[in-house]
């Protein structure tokens, strides 16, 4: 049994890494910058070199560590391929293989999205379960869903993209994605700004955000004071996410679901406000699922890394 | 190694059984009846009693059979425990434990229409993949997940109840199962009706429906032979369905859909209707997705029982 695991969540601004024991205790945690120029080329080189250093640095020999974890914001499939990281520049690509030569250890990738929810699985919010669907609510929707223990990858790495499923049929803006009337387009921080400027856009009715700069802790910020447009703009949000919940219970039946990101500060009224429209929407056989916010914050991702190297093992 | 293995499809009307070789050869398969009364405490004692009958019968010893697998209409979660079978008049039952009991061998038990998938993965439509969702069109609508080659049950064995996702906001009529707007309302046999009757009133144009008696075939006949309003019914149907399946693929992203049950027959039209909705709705990632029809018919059930048994083994 190796005593040590990495775990490396790499983002558009910055790689975030830790280095745990394997039961989990994070010893240390810190960043790097991740230079996403000439296509992302030096980010592997870079981890690599400095999980080198840190290892220098601990006195700490290769032999004892297990390997690193690593979680990639785009598509990544059951064998570590990345199908394209736009946010990275990267196109097709073997991490397992590539920063496993690079470091010579085991290495095991996932989606960023994914990785999380299995942090949250191992040590966060959702600790004890299997079963297990997470929702981050940022500037974008994603997901990450577990079924007994493991992540859904799916076939091209796409499992989990709960942000792009299709809840609205009218919708004339386009997604991120291409497609017309994704979750992501009303559940995200940018998504909520869209429901609350069309909001005020189609009545007179007073808002103490009329005139404001939106975003998603404005927003949020007006429904706990009790703006009354912001309160139905957060039934509208919370329609759109409950019903998409209650459609992804009937196909994995989870035994909870995570809701991280952004909007977790603002987490009684939005989960009170989903479990409103996923109640009366879901298969009788999912209501007594459990709901909870997601307890790691940013350190979810390196958690979940670590964990996805273990399993591996 | 054993060399045969027992599959059994417990049906509200006759219990269909198999002898398979271990490998798939499927050496005889029989009924019998489902004797549904007094809360159906017959059903596992009858099934055992024609599982040792055909032992005598072909002169094999109990040792040499790995086991039995068994499907069962109704949720089963993955220790084998049926949480209502409302057709066979079960409740709360293990039935791993209590057939295993009767029978002297090992069983495993899951839902019908997870068990089927499985069967259709197997020996079927959807051979030589391992991420697979299969939609079975009948009196209502079922499904199964595949997930790297394992049903997903789920916390509760609700997993893969595709037909009671939401996919409509207005629906007035209640669903079976006491919801409003599930898919099983519009893309099932009764589905299909329901939408052609309600077009039927909402025009005076002519149809070779009028004043028939309407069922799942009279519909597709109807739509094959050309009848206007019969096709664009079929596309409302098409479009219910290949949304449904849209956000299916976002969530498990397998590698390919088998449609199955009583429409097989007049597949094609029935799978071009879908996909023609499912393409500008899913997340691109998942858009090469195949689809086929299932190839096993009334099978798929004693097939991916017989599966489900090797699998546990």
């Not at 990738?109 to 942090?119: S, W």
């Not at 299997?130 to 981050?136: E, S």
């Not at 703006?227 to 039946?253: Q, T």
């Amino acid at each position: 049994m190796k005593k040590y695991v990495f775990g490396v969540d790499i983002g558009g601004t910055t790689v975030k890494m830790g280095l745990f024991e394997v039961d989990g205790t994070l010893l240390e945690k810190w960043e790097i910058k991740t230079r996403t120029e000439d296509h992302g080329i030096n980010i592997l080189p870079d981890i690599a070199g400095s999980i080198q250093k840190k290892l220098q640095e601990k006195k700490i020999a290769k032999e004892e560590v297990a390997g690193a974890g690593v979680g990639v914001p785009g598509p990544v499939d059951v064998s570590g391929t990345v199908h394209k990281a736009v946010n990275l520049g990267w196109d097709i690509m073997n991490i397992n293989e590539e920063l496993g030569r690079l470091l010579g250890m085991k290495v095991a990738a996932g989606n960023d999205a994914n990785v999380a929810a299995l942090g949250e699985m191992w040590k966060g919010g959702a600790q004890g379960h299997k079963d297990v669907v997470m929702v981050t609510l940022g500037t974008g929707v994603g997901g990450g869903i577990i079924v007994d223990g493991k992540i859904v990858c799916g076939a091209t790495g796409a499992g989990g993209e709960i942000g792009h499923i299709h809840v609205r049929d009218d919708e004339v803006e386009a997604c991120g994605c291409g497609n017309h009337g994704c979750l992501e387009q009303y559940a995200s921080a940018t998504g909520i700004v869209r429901l609350m400027t069309r909001k005020l856009e189609s009545t007179d009715a007073p808002s103490c955000l009329r005139g404001k700069e939106l975003n998603g802790k404005v927003f949020w910020d007006a429904v706990e004071a009790g703006d009354e447009l912001a309160k139905e703009v957060s039934e509208e949000f919370g329609a759109y996410l409950g019903k998409g919940l209650a459609v992804i219970a009937s196909i994995v039946n989870p035994e909870i679901f995570i809701i991280g990101g952004g909007v977790s500060k603002s987490g009684p009224v939005v989960m009170e406000n989903v479990r409103k429209n996923y109640l009366p929407n879901v298969f009788h056989g999912c209501r007594d699922a459990e709901f909870a916010l997601a307890s790691l914050g940013n350190d979810g991702g390196i958690y979940g890394a670590a964990k996805l190297l273990i399993d591996q093992n």
